[in-house]
Nanobody
């Protein structure tokens, strides 16, 4: 199983980025998937989550700014991040989970700074 994130980088406050997670080795459509992030010295936290049925939920800190979506045909998960703030700086991880197991990507760095 592989989850590979891309799309991170350096962006100014107020800017936008779109993260992509490409999955292989799993029947992607069967899995609940999501994005987590971990800032230096902090615990990993849930950013956004979308179920196999398409229901989504978000951390309060990103509601109205971030949008999670999935394309089961392309076996991809996306996170559109708008109005980025310095406090969004973190390594962002893709996650896929079912009762049979949980999988993580290696992460992609997002830095929001002027």
């Amino acid at each position: 199983v592989q989850l590979v994130e891309s799309g991170g980088g350096l962006v100014q406050p107020g800017g936008s980025l779109r993260l992509t997670c490409e999955a292989s080795g799993i029947i992607f459509s069967w899995y609940d998937v999501g994005w987590y992030r971990q800032a230096p010295g902090k615990e990993r936290e849930l950013v956004a989550h979308i179920t196999s049925g398409g229901s989504s939920n978000y951390a309060d800190s990103v509601k109205g700014r971030f949008t999670i979506s999935r394309d089961n045909a392309k076996i991809r998960l996306y996170l559109q991040m708008n109005s980025l703030k310095p406090e969004d700086t973190a390594v962002y991880y893709c996650n896929a989970q079912r009762s049979v197991g949980t999988y993580w990507g290696q992460g992609t760095q997002v830095t929001v700074s002027s």
